[in-house]
């Protein structure tokens, strides 16, 4: 007991990517070394990002009950222009670079003001330009990948490719690290071999991952071992399979009342045992044309399945008379903003039909809940 009094305070500093997928298992991450290490505290710089009710209240109510996690906003900096939001890699790299001296002041003032060790910064992925910022303050660098090690070998293969020929799919399949078959090139993420600066925003974010002194991520060997194993070498920083990194506890959201999200679950306590098919396409969701929408609607009526449909588009853009089919038959619920964790553990999901984000499938294999596959953005 004595020696453990006598233990140094120790301090980590998370710095994620603003948006909700990346900071739910950021902090799911953080509240796990905590619980193991009583001398350990956490400082998350947070990056603002305008309209995130959920995120602000998800952060507030994880420090509520996490006295060893603070918080310090970054002040709020000028967006980056529109124009590069072609190219969201290049616009995220474009906005870490305005907040680079106010990560460093901040970081700065930690150090003299706090009496805690500073050990470590963790960084999200597209956060890895800090990492100058830790060199220059003498503290190392991790990265922590809320994606999964798959991702990381797409990343690491961007350096492989000759510049001449990196935006010619000429070849129909390629040969990428953590992959144990070649990968068709037209199911690759169209922003890592964008011209308008998306290849080259990757490129340098690989390069940056050799400079970490070793890579977090956010799976599991059982799920990935052939990629784990694939990318276990002297070249590489090492690599610890940390997931999943999941958290089970409802939050409230501001956007929803209370009378909706029970309103959902009221309605899947009446379905049959794995009955539901529900249908969720990421936090931000996905502005599919009226044209898909009407699609899915008319998919949804001819195949007689339940379903449970997180869908934010207008009554006017859904076939005619679909809602009044919905009442009739009984077999149906549109909501808008949907609690998934909460829907994937009920007894009556028979299946997920899914956005493909890595927290929505790490969700469903702890729910055991069979994953029918719509990839649409980023490294999906």
Not at 162 to 182: A, W
Not at 257 to 277: A, E, F, G, T, Y
Not at 304 to 311: A, D, E, H, I, Y
Request: charged share 15%; hydrophobic share 40%.
């Amino acid at each position: 007991m004595v020696m453990s009094k006598m233990k140094k305070k120790i301090e980590l500093i998370f710095i994620p990517t603003p948006g909700i997928s990346h900071l739910v298992s950021s902090l799911q991450f953080a509240k796990h070394l905590i619980s193991t290490n009583i001398n350990l505290s956490i400082t998350v710089l947070c990056i603002n990002f305008p309209n995130t009710p959920f995120s602000d209240s998800y952060i507030k109510s994880v420090l509520d009950t996490q006295p060893q996690i603070q918080l310090i906003d970054l002040p709020q900096v000028e967006s980056p222009p529109k124009e590069l939001l072609i190219s969201p890699p290049c616009y995220i790299k474009t906005l870490m670079q305005t907040l680079t001296p106010h990560v460093k002041s901040t970081i700065q003032t930690i150090l003299s003001s706090h009496a805690n060790q500073v050990v470590g910064l963790v960084l999200d992925l597209f956060c890895l330009s800090m990492i100058d910022v830790g060199n220059e303050l003498g503290i190392p660098s991790y990265l922590f990948m809320t994606s999964n090690v798959g991702f990381l070998g797409f990343v690491f293969s961007l350096q492989n490719r000759r510049i001449d020929d990196v935006f010619d799919h000429s070849e129909p399949e390629l040969l990428i690290p953590g992959f144990s078959n070649l990968v068709p090139s037209n199911v690759l993420p169209n922003s890592a071999y964008s011209k308008d600066g998306g290849y080259e925003a990757y490129y340098k974010l690989a390069q940056k991952i050799n400079e970490t002194k070793g890579i977090i991520v956010n799976t599991f060997s059982e799920l990935e071992k052939y990629a784990i194993d694939a990318l276990s070498n002297e070249k590489t920083p090492p690599i610890y399979a940390v997931g999943p990194l999941i958290d089970l506890k409802v939050h409230p959201n501001p956007n929803i009342d209370q009378s909706q999200h029970d309103l959902i679950l009221k309605w899947l306590d009446k379905q049959p045992h794995k009955s539901v098919v529900f249908l969720c396409f990421g936090s931000f969701g996905v502005k599919f044309d009226p044209s898909q929408i009407r699609e899915i609607a008319l998919g949804l009526m001819n195949s007689g399945v339940r379903f449970l449909w997180s869908n934010n588009a207008e009554k006017k853009v859904l076939p005619d008379r679909f809602f009044e089919w919905m009442e009739s038959e009984g077999k149906g619920m549109i909501c808008g903003w949907a609690p998934q964790v909460e829907i994937l553990a009920h007894k009556a999901i028979g299946g997920f039909v899914s956005h493909c984000g890595w927290n929505s499938i790490l969700e469903s294999l702890w729910f055991g809940v069979p994953i029918l596959t719509w990839p649409i953005y980023a490294e999906q």
